[in-house]
């Protein structure tokens, strides 16, 4: 195998020190010794890490350029307060090397103030090593007196609170205690660090010589002895900590100082991971900054910033290729902002964005400043794309409009379906980007849940995360994995999203037979869960699983305010499905609903299925009589918290109170 990283380099042509071989899959040749032998043979062996995180660094870099603010990076402040504050508060998703929920315990305990203390904690985080970490942070925060070990060594452990952690911490001490010179100190290190016998019984003598030519006796040379033995193989080379420690601070800094542009950035580096582009997105919030859904009129292929929000990239959507929006981009930055649908059509070659490309871009509202009815656009692609394929063939013929001016080819008539409801807008939605965006199916329920005494998953995280507990969550259904154990029982991973994010949940045999008749992606649902807390890696376990309308039923009535008569169709209309999907049976055809795909389809059937049932009046305004008029509908219609949502989505409909 090649070494990722491993570069050999000699004082002549290496064909003329070692023998080499072109591995077919690279461009570059690779000796044909292992690292220990081209050591042997004279070679000086580098490794050359490429990471990532530069690359979000060098992105956030260009992102504030954009708004006229140049930032070298390699000059900012090593001392910079809100930096070593934000460390201290542990709010690091997203900062190179202490993002992991270990990492960010050990920065609470330590509450950094310079950059020796995250290069140190990047060293001490491995196995071995790691524990040490709780002396370091006591002894920096007094809460523990430092050990000394000698005079003549104590000094080197001074930036480590009196912890051998480095290499060169090794190679220092045998130098000042034993006279060591440097290069055979290094030897000492080698010998150590790969536990060489042979190598460490023919330097021990060595050592203890040296010890009692500097007047250290031999039980405590024996002891510092011992102690290095130890630490050599845990020592980390510390011009690799200081690397790792500066890119990390360089990452804190950004989020610390300008929030909006790292979190673009890092959003960037993960554009095609669904999972970690929400958590990212969910932070952002957190932090105050709004992330602007896709828009085909603002949004670009990748994630950009504007006026101090995140815009959406276009080519984080599902199925959609960065490339494809670059055409898209390119039109834009030439002819200026798209007037309608027909008007994408003409300027761009929809064929070569790609059908798939197109509909998760209609499914994630990235073309709502154009058709707000979704729906519409989805349907309307068919004849978008061979309109754009006419135009372009059109332009290229150099013909002009049989009547002169205007278009050369008229612009095709578009299907005109209803549009979608709330809820499935938010399942079509979910399935281009990956999660929820522009809302959440729970939203409509937050208060009864609340009364209810529901609370979230991130509240209950914050809550149970460390100790354990038990509590109701809601959530809504995205996922389900099924496995079988060892014995053959059968248990599954459940994957829920709710406002806060999304989170995962195990379902052992009993529970999950329980569950399983309201396992149906998109399904409304308040769990009982436990967690193991902190020593179980605070992993969620289902007790018990009811859906959400048997917690939050509801038998009152709606009054429905409406600013004109026209609205009063629509209404009508939404409560029809309402009444149709509560009349058929659970898991029972959907057909006769209007929607996208069967996911929407079905998760809208479920979402309209309510116990509650009530009456139902629609309340208009007359302004040339000076009053409203107050019209009791026929019959009871479900009446819950999600079809309140969805009447209240109706253009016209003013308000909705529950009576």
């Known amino acids: 195998s090649t070494h990722a990283a491993g570069v050999v380099i000699g004082d002549r042509p290496l064909v003329e020190l070692v023998p080499l071989y072109r591995d077919p899959k690279s461009d570059m040749p690779a000796t044909q010794y292992n690292m220990k032998w081209v050591d042997q043979a004279g070679l000086v062996k580098f490794d050359f890490l490429g990471l990532k995180t530069l690359t979000v660094i060098q992105n956030a870099v260009d992102l504030l350029k954009r708004r006229g603010v140049e930032?070298?990076?390699?000059?900012?402040?090593?001392?910079?307060?809100?930096?070593?504050?934000?460390?201290?508060?542990?709010?690091?998703?997203?900062?190179?090397?202490?993002?992991?929920?270990?990492?960010?315990?050990?920065?609470?305990?330590?509450?950094?103030?310079?950059?020796?203390?995250?290069?140190?904690?990047?060293?001490?985080?491995?196995?071995?090593?790691?524990?040490?970490?709780?002396?370091?942070?006591?002894?920096?925060?007094?809460?523990?007196?430092?050990?000394?070990?000698?005079?003549?060594?104590?000094?080197?452990?001074?930036?480590?609170?009196?912890?051998?952690?480095?290499?060169?911490?090794?190679?220092?001490?045998?130098?000042?205690?034993?006279?060591?010179?440097?290069?055979?100190?290094?030897?000492?290190?080698?010998?150590?660090?790969?536990?060489?016998?042979?190598?460490?019984?023919?330097?021990?003598?060595?050592?203890?010589?040296?010890?009692?030519?500097?007047?250290?006796?031999?039980?405590?040379?024996?002891?510092?002895?011992?102690?290095?033995?130890?630490?050599?193989?845990?020592?980390?080379?510390?011009?690799?900590?200081?690397?790792?420690?500066?890119?990390?601070?360089?990452?804190?800094?950004?989020?610390?100082?300008?929030?909006?542009?790292?979190?673009?950035?890092?959003?960037?580096?993960?554009?095609?991971?669904?999972?970690?582009?929400?958590?990212?997105?969910?932070?952002?919030?957190?932090?105050?900054?709004?992330?602007?859904?896709?828009?085909?009129?603002?949004?670009?292929?990748?994630?950009?910033?504007?006026?101090?929000?995140i815009l959406y990239a276009l080519g984080a959507l599902k199925g959609v290729g960065v490339e494809a929006m670059r055409l898209i981009e390119t039109a834009r930055a030439e002819g200026g902002t798209f007037r309608d649908l027909f008007d994408v059509a003409r300027r761009v070659e929809l064929k070569a964005v790609g059908k798939r490309a197109l509909e998760m871009m209609a499914r994630a509202g990235a073309f709502d400043a154009l058709e707000p009815n979704r729906g519409r656009a989805v349907a309307a692609l068919d004849a978008l794309i061979d309109y754009s394929a006419a135009s372009a063939a059109e332009a290229a013929s150099g013909q002009a409009s049989l009547f002169g001016g205007g278009d050369a080819l008229p612009p095709p008539r578009l299907p005109s379906p209803e549009g979608w409801l709330p809820t499935e807008r938010l399942a079509e939605e979910h399935a281009a980007v990956g999660f929820y965006l522009s809302g959440h199916p729970l939203d409509v329920y937050g208060e009864a849940l609340r009364r209810d005494g529901v609370i979230s998953h991130a509240r209950f995280q914050h809550r149970f995360g460390e100790q354990g507990g038990v509590a109701r969550i809601a959530g809504t259904l995205t996922g389900v994995q099924v496995r079988k154990s060892a014995k053959g029982n059968r248990f599954a991973y459940l994957q829920f999203s709710d406002p806060s994010g999304g989170y995962e949940v195990m379902a052992f045999s009993e529970a999950l037979a329980e569950a399983e008749p309201h396992l149906t992606p998109g399904t409304n649902l308040v769990l009982a869960v436990e967690s193991e807390g902190a020593e179980g890696g605070g992993r969620l376990r289902l007790r018990s699983l009811t859906p959400i309308d048997a917690v939050v039923s509801s038998e009152t009535g709606l009054r429905v305010y409406l600013a004109d008569e026209a609205a009063a169709f629509s209404v009508r209309r939404r409560l029809e499905i309402g009444a149709k999907a509560a009349a058929a049976?659970?898991?029972?055809?959907?057909?006769?609903?209007?929607?996208?795909?069967?996911?929407?389809?079905?998760?809208?059937?479920?979402?309209?299925?309510?116990?509650?049932?009530?009456?139902?009046?629609?309340?208009?305004?007359?302004?040339?009589?000076?009053?409203?008029?107050?019209?009791?509908l026929p019959g009871r219609y479900p009446t819950g918290p999600e079809i309140r949502g969805m009447l209240k989505d109706v253009p016209g409909v003013e308000a909705v109170d529950e009576v």
């Not at 440097?182 to 023919?202: P, S, T, V, Y």
């Not at 209007?594 to 049932?613: F, I, N, T, W």
Request: net charge neutral.
């Open 71 to 309: 930032l070298d990076i390699g000059a900012i402040p090593l001392d910079d307060g809100a930096t070593y504050a934000l460390y201290g508060r542990a709010d690091t998703v997203g900062v190179f090397q202490v993002e992991s929920a270990g990492m960010r315990d050990a920065l609470r305990q330590l509450q950094p103030t310079c950059i020796e203390d995250i290069v140190a904690l990047v060293a001490l985080y491995r196995p071995g090593p790691m524990e040490n970490i709780p002396v370091y942070c006591d002894v920096k925060n007094g809460r523990r007196p430092r050990a000394g070990i000698h005079p003549l060594i104590d000094p080197i452990l001074d930036e480590t609170q009196g912890i051998i952690v480095y290499q060169e911490q090794v190679m220092e001490i045998a130098r000042r205690m034993a006279g060591y010179s440097l290069g055979g100190a290094d030897m000492l290190r080698r010998a150590m660090g790969k536990k060489i016998q042979a190598a460490m019984d023919a330097e021990r003598p060595k050592f203890m010589a040296g010890a009692a030519e500097n007047g250290v006796d031999r039980a405590k040379a024996q002891e510092v002895w011992d102690l290095l033995d130890k630490f050599a193989n845990y020592g980390f080379n510390k011009s690799h900590a200081a690397a790792y420690g500066l890119v990390s601070y360089q990452t804190a800094w950004l989020k610390a100082n300008h929030p909006v542009e790292f979190m673009a950035a890092v959003m960037n580096l993960d554009l095609n991971l669904t999972d970690k582009l929400n958590a990212f997105v969910q932070e952002a919030r957190r932090l105050g900054i709004e992330v602007l859904a896709p828009c085909i009129n603002r949004s670009e292929a990748r994630f950009a910033v504007q006026e101090g929000r």
């Open 585 to 632: 049976r659970p898991g029972g055809a959907t057909q006769g609903l209007p929607g996208a795909g069967s996911y929407g389809a079905a998760l809208r059937a479920q979402v309209a299925q309510r116990r509650g049932q009530g009456k139902v009046s629609l309340v208009i305004a007359w302004p040339e009589q000076g009053r409203e008029v107050e019209i009791a």
